[in-house]
């Protein structure tokens, strides 16, 4: 939400509707467990695409006017047009209303509205995660904010984290940020690991490892593309959090023209050695492989691979460079819907989906 402006509608424009097969309402149970995409499109809000039966499906409420933030399960974090955060279940008209931002309350910084729905900052981060009973965690940032804005279920009101003052030097700053159950994990400016746990009844407790090195990863080989020079259109270093609770690094570039190696993706990890006091090598190793797992881009997480539900081993499954779609930024948010597969390095992609004119695309796993 632009610091003075009225928020735009989530819109995507499209050269061609989708047959839509039925409502996901009536399918909810066949649904479940499988990877699906929310798509946004212009007129009735959006709709859901299920890969491995090559459908779309129309949801049964119509979202139109909402900005979809993150997912965790059937479950999703969504703005509307006057700035307020809602929790909605995409297969029905249920919804949990969620605290008005400006009640930020018992920490380091004010929130003041100064419209219906503006607001000095953009709200550009989101994300929560749900259990199955029934209880949930929203975290939030602003635009360039020097804090997050948590609440839990029952809260009235959000909690602040800073991410700059009151903050040891290693983990000051934000640049990516993952929630697995109640815990928060940040990669920092410094390129440090931060983990908070938020699972406690007064705010928050920092249970971040100091660290001996940062998450620096080794010079990407010139050899993935050839010599030839080509045109950069979109790269990202991200985090995301295994089934075990380790902490990745990904990394993944897109060149010009688009074509099925045009994209790479690279995942690596802490080298055991660095528990060795007498390593000087910093550098993080790269997976050749994870194994019986598949890791969601736009979740930040792995979970286990299910070949009866979809769910591919040792893939990425992807959208966008920048789950969180950050506006002023050198390189745009490119939407490239697709499964990269680790060890064959082979990227699987969608063609019903090349005709959609689309400004926004999230994997999910409902349950």
């Excluded at 949801?59 to 047009?81: C, H, I, P």
């Amino acid at each position: 939400m632009e610091g003075q402006d009225r928020p735009a509608a989530v819109a995507a424009k499209r050269s061609r509707s989708p047959k839509y097969n039925e409502c996901a309402k009536a399918l909810r149970p066949a649904l479940v467990g499988s990877p699906l995409l929310l798509l946004s499109q212009e007129e009735g809000g959006c709709c859901l695409y299920k890969p491995d039966e090559d459908k779309f499906y129309e949801t049964k409420s119509d979202f139109s006017g909402y900005r979809f933030l993150a997912s965790s399960g059937k479950w999703f974090l969504v703005v509307d047009s006057r700035s307020d955060l809602y929790i909605i279940d995409v297969f029905s008209d249920e919804r949990i209303h969620l605290p008005p931002l400006e009640s930020i309350n018992g920490g380091l910084y004010l929130v003041e509205r100064v419209g219906s729905n503006e607001f000095k900052v953009t709200l550009i981060r989101g994300i929560f995660n749900d259990d199955k009973n029934g209880d949930y965690v929203v975290v939030w940032q602003f635009e360039q904010g020097q804090f997050l804005g948590f609440c839990k279920k029952g809260d009235l009101r959000y909690r602040d984290i800073p991410i700059r003052v009151d903050v040891r030097r290693e983990f000051r700053g934000l640049k990516d940020v993952v929630l697995k159950g109640y815990s928060l994990y940040s990669l920092v400016t410094r390129s440090f690991i931060r983990h908070l746990d938020l699972s406690g009844q007064d705010g928050f407790k920092d249970v971040s490892v100091i660290p001996r090195f940062p998450m620096w990863k080794p010079d990407t080989p010139r050899a993935d593309f050839g010599t030839e020079v080509k045109k950069v259109i979109s790269f990202s270093n991200r985090i995301a959090v295994t089934t075990s609770g380790e902490v990745l690094l990904v990394f993944t570039k897109a060149y010009e023209p688009f074509c099925e190696r045009s994209r790479i993706f690279r995942v690596y990890k802490r080298d055991p050695k660095e528990l060795d006091p007498n390593t000087y090598d910093t550098r993080l190793v790269e997976m050749e492989s994870i194994g019986d797992e598949a890791l969601f881009f736009d979740l930040g997480i792995t979970v286990p691979a299910d070949l009866t539900l979809g769910i591919e081993p040792n893939s990425i499954y992807f959208t966008r460079n920048d789950r969180f779609g950050h506006k002023n930024i050198c390189i745009p948010c490119v939407i490239d819907i697709c499964v990269y597969n680790i060890a064959t390095r082979t990227v699987k992609r969608f063609p019903n989906l090349s005709n959609l004119n689309l400004t926004d695309a999230q994997w999910f796993l409902p349950s």
